[in-house]
Nanobody, 119 residues
Framework: QVQLVESGGGLVQTGGSLRLSCAASGSADSINAMGWYRQAPGKQRELVAAITSSGSTNYADSVKGRFSISRDDAKNTVYLQMNSLKPDDTAVYYC?????????????WGQGTQVTVSS
């Protein structure tokens, strides 16, 4: 199993920036795609950004040009740099990691970190 520890959430004004981090630890033979999702009150969880093991990225249309996802495989950590934040970005952000242990593939979630953007 892999444990995920998120950090970097908080309260920021419109137009501000935050950087989220998610560190994975535990037993995994390889970590594949990593990503960030978010869930606002009364809404479904949605994909924000994802990055494959080869570095290919994918973003929700609503964050393109403002958010950037990256990973440091030496540290088993994925980052989400969020710029030009808007009140609509307010949500709990969850890290998601897909990995292999032996012949089995797993997906795990972080505990979530609150991001609040004030207008």
């Amino acid at each position: 199993q892999v444990q995920l520890v998120e950090s970097g959430g908080g309260l920021v004004q419109t137009g501000g920036s935050l950087r989220l981090s998610c560190a994975a630890s535990g037993s995994a033979d390889s970590i594949n795609a990593m990503g960030w999702y978010r869930q606002a009150p009364g809404k479904q969880r949605e994909l924000v950004a994802a990055i494959t093991s080869s570095g290919s990225t994918n973003y929700a249309d609503s964050v393109k040009g403002r958010f950037s996802i990256s990973r440091d495989d030496a540290k088993n950590t994925v980052y989400l740099q969020m710029n030009s934040l808007k009140p609509d970005d307010t949500a709990v952000y969850y890290c998601n990691v897909n990995y292999r242990s032996g012949y089995v593939f797993y997906t795990d979630w972080g505990q979530g970190t609150q991001v609040t953007v004030s207008s």
